[in-house]
């Protein structure tokens, strides 16, 4: 939903306006604005409105977004597009502060990320999102174990995967910043064996193939090949086709090192 940012933003543009506008008359009952407001995103936010991510838009965006969540929101069923990437900006600020600094190299960094993962037009609002939302306190833990609770285990592993790009995004892997997801990930409900699958794809090391397919040197032919067939299911890009093709073609990349991490094993075994 590559316009959701850009329709959030005009809506929190509008809903000042509008309440700088109207005095609300003695006696009048509060009215409900939130209902039209969440029907005009195109229910592009379901379990994001509430819990600590909701708070921490709430902090950022104000009064609007305030009226928006006072309406009625899923906080069951599938993860949408907008509860993805407004999960994903608000992790996302919180690598970028794990150091306690950001730098507008970082920023540049991370919109450049954006525009090659969600289009130009997408990464201007996220950026524009994601500079508010780094003015506020994120407790990683709160917003971690929300995400647990309530979006999908592949959608998970892609975010995690996101996470890694935009902490590489420089070219390097700062230490505090692998803490960080893993903190992130841990509080997820990700498992720690997932979590090395996907660091494994970032920080190469002797034995990365063997961790990306989740299975120790030692293991034998076999036990590779059912590991890649496991994985390869696990990782395979359809898993997240829910959240948009923009995603679901990002996907594609943890697809093909799972592929590119059996060829390496094979070679080195000499399997057929």
């Known amino acids: 939903m590559s316009w959701f940012f850009t329709i959030l933003i005009i ?12 005095k609300k008359q003695v006696g ?3 009215k409900k604005k ?4 969440a029907q005009w ?12 991510i909701g708070g921490i838009l709430g902090f950022a965006f104000g009064r609007m977004f305030e009226d ?11 993860t949408l597009q907008g509860d993805f990437k407004v999960s994903l900006l608000v992790l996302s600020a919180a690598v970028m502060k794990a150091d306690g600094s950001v730098k507008r190299a970082e920023l540049d960094f991370v919109k ?13 609002s996220s950026v524009l999102m994601l500079r508010e939302i780094l003015k506020q306190p994120i407790d990683v833990q709160e917003v971690g174990r929300q995400i647990g609770r309530f979006m999908d285990y592949p959608s998970r592993l892609q975010l995690l995967h996101y996470l890694f790009g935009i902490a590489q995004a420089d070219g390097h892997l700062p230490d505090v910043e692998v803490r960080m997801i893993a ?3 841990a509080a997820m409900g990700v498992s720690p064996s997932d979590f090395d699958s996907l660091k494994a794809m970032f920080v190469k090391e002797t034995d990365s193939a063997y961790k990306i397919l989740e299975v120790l040197p030692a293991a034998t032919d076999d036990e590779v090949k059912k590991a890649y067939r496991e994985m390869a299911v696990k990782y395979h890009p359809d898993k997240v086709s829910h959240l948009g093709e923009d995603v679901r073609k990002a996907a594609e990349q ?4 799972v592929s590119s991490a059996y060829d390496q094993i094979k070679k080195q075994r000499g399997i057929k």
């Open 11 to 22: 809506l929190i543009f509008v809903g000042y306006i509008y309440n700088k506008g109207t």
């Open 28 to 30: 009048e009952p509060k």
């Open 34 to 37: 939130a209902g039209g407001y």
């Open 41 to 52: 995103v195109g229910g592009g936010l379901g379990w994001a409105f509430g819990g600590p």
């Open 68 to 78: 928006m969540r006072a309406g009625s929101y899923s906080q069951e069923g599938s």
């Open 112 to 124: 450049r990320f954006l525009v090659a993962n969600f289009g130009a037009e997408s990464a201007e």
């Open 183 to 185: 903190s992130i990930a």
């Open 254 to 257: 943890k697809f093909k090192e």
